[in-house]
T-cell receptor
Framework: LAKTTQPISMDSYEGQEVNITCSHN???????ITWYQQFPSQGPRFIIQ???TKVTNEVASLFIPADRKSSTLSLPRVSLSDTAVYYC?????????????FGSGTRLQVQP | NAGVTQTPKFQVLKTGQSMTLQCAQD?????MYWYRQDPGMGLRLIYYSASEGTTDKGEVPNGYNVSRLNKREFSLRLESAAPSQTSVYFCASSERQAAGGPLHFGNGTRLTVT
């Protein structure tokens, strides 16, 4: 399974756009990229999933370059409530071999 | 619609004691999972059940057993608790393991082993 690397922490201010990049150099052909958000004392929550190019939903955008060796989660106009840990996972969607490990994630701190 | 419910929320055990963590989902999902999260760390998969009647080891299965009681319920048992098992345990479910759909998590069981 592809190993992922993310920054340990990031700081931002309310109203700014935040981009969190995840490296997954050995991503396989069938692997999808999924991002989760986790607040303290809660389980992770699904944000977005993609395979290539760009995916957008009501919460975030996911940018995946052509070589798929990295991906960027973009959070537009963050607020204090976006302070959380963000996890990038890479796993095979078709055969059920999910990413086993969430990794340490990126701790985002949003300041007023 | 409660989603994924875990009981208990908190538990303190002494070394050598046993206990079962309960998990139930009401979303008619086929696949269920148990993760543990140590302080400041990500989640590691202990066991999973792709469908009712099947279970498989994850990354850190030693010291644990699981039972997929029915489609709704997936329990995690610690036969002889050790301090190294102090952690937060999360149960999750998904529609189908192979579908790549999102995992839905409970709010965790905080276990301390003294």
């Amino acid at each position: 399974l592809a190993k992922t690397t993310q920054p340990i922490s990031m700081d931002s201010y309310e109203g700014q756009e935040v981009n969190i990049t995840c490296s997954h150099n050995n991503i396989a052909t069938n692997d999808y990229i999924t991002w989760y958000q986790q607040f303290p004392s809660q389980g992770p929550r699904f944000i977005i999933q993609g395979y290539k190019t760009k995916v957008t939903n009501e919460v975030a955008s996911l940018f995946i370059p052509a070589d798929r060796k990295s991906s960027t989660l973009s959070l537009p106009r963050v607020s204090l409530s976006d302070t959380a840990v963000y996890y990038c996972l890479v796993g095979d969607r078709n055969t059920g071999r999910r990413a086993l490990t969430f990794g340490s994630g990126t701790r985002l701190q949003v300041q007023p | 619609n409660a989603g994924v419910t875990q009981t208990p929320k908190f538990q303190v055990l002494k070394t050598g004691q046993s206990m079962t963590l309960q998990c139930a989902q009401d979303m008619n999902h086929n696949s269920m999972y148990w993760y543990r999260q140590d302080p400041g760390m990500g989640l590691r998969l202990i066991y999973y059940s792709a469908s009712e009647g099947t279970t498989d080891k994850g990354e850190v299965p030693n010291g644990y057993n699981v039972s997929r009681l029915n489609k709704r319920e997936f329990s995690l048992r610690l036969e002889s608790a050790a301090p190294s098992q102090t952690s937060v345990y999360f149960c999750a479910s998904s529609e189908r393991q192979a579908a790549g759909g999102p995992l839905h998590f409970g709010n965790g069981t905080r276990l301390t082993v003294t």
